[in-house]
């Protein structure tokens, strides 16, 4: 199974970003996916996830300006990212979760600036 992230780039704070991670076989096929992010010097963190049937949680920095979704017949998952903040700015990775094992993807880079 692949995850294949896409999306990132450079915007201004306030702006808006959609990342994408498309997904080799069935969303169905993971418990849960989700996206993570690395800031320079800091370790790995929880971004938001969601299950197939829809039932999503964020972390509280991004509750209410970001937004996770899957497309299942496409086997794709998102994340609209709204009103960014230089701090947002991280490595993004998608990450497909079944039972103890995680599946990631390559990483996507965020950059918002001030």
């Known amino acids: 199974v692949q995850l294949q992230a896409s999306g990132g780039g450079l915007v201004q704070a306030g702006g808006s970003l959609r990342l994408s991670c498309a997904v080799s076989r069935s969303i169905f096929y993971f418990g849960t996916v989700g996206w993570y992010r690395q800031a320079p010097g800091k370790q790995r963190e929880f971004v938001a996830r969601?299950?197939?049937?829809?039932?999503?949680n964020y972390a509280d920095s991004v509750k209410g300006r970001f937004t996770i979704s899957t497309d299942n017949a496409d086997n794709r998952m998102n994340l609209q990212m709204n009103s960014l903040k230089p701090e947002d700015t991280a490595v993004y990775y998608c990450n497909g979760r079944r039972g103890l094992v995680d599946v990631w993807g390559q990483g996507t880079q965020v950059t918002v600036s001030s």
């Open positions: 969601i299950t197939p049937d829809g039932s999503a």
